[in-house]
């Protein structure tokens, strides 16, 4: 079989003593000259047979790994992928003060706590990133204290859907409000909430807008 370069014996050492194997009896049960695996030796071939045999017997070893270097050690195991893959699937719910994070591309939500993550099947494909939760009553009876809110992040800040509702992240805070036009300063929004007796409508800066999510679902809570 083709020869394989070192540093792979290197890798093989680390993994023996990763596994606290005594090394002599690795080296005896593998057919391997103990002597090669030390010194200047370190720097010779590894035959691939030698590879195949250690890959078959330790199917734990990261083959990719192994030869190359790169990755890890040891395979994922298939209950650790299955909740990765579980984990990007649910949706997290978020504070709301961290939704200009969500609002950047570049941002992993993996970086987040997604223990409070929902899986909603109906939320799928509307571009949903994240969820937070209402405080207060301004958006009432639409959404109520405590409620869930849905949140598909925009990048694009030159369009909005009049009367729709929006969480804003602002130089003052974050708010969530329905936006309109403002009918004397195209450079500034209306924002409208639902309970119109105890808050009346507000003009806020473009820039000071400094993330925007549309909001695309609700969870109520009784």
Known sequence: MDKILAPIKQRIIQYIEYKNFEKKSFYALHALSASNFRGKSLESEVGGDVIAK????????????????KGKMLKEKREDID?????????????????????REEQQIAEYDNSNGYKIPELEGKGVKYFIRVSGSSMHPKYSNGDLLACKPLHDLSFFQWGKTYVLDTEQGAVVKRLFPCADNEEYLECHSDNKDHYPPFKIPKTSVKAVSIVVGVITLE
Do not use: C, H, R, V
């Not at 250690?54 to 270097?69: P, Q, V």
């Not at 699937?89 to 994070?101: G, R, S, T």
């Open 54 to 69: 250690i890959s078959t017997s330790y199917s734990e070893i990261n083959l990719e790994w192994l030869l190359t270097g």
């Open 83 to 103: 909740a990765e893959i579980k984990q990007i699937n649910e949706i997290p719910l978020i504070p709301i003060e961290a939704m200009a994070d969500f609002g």
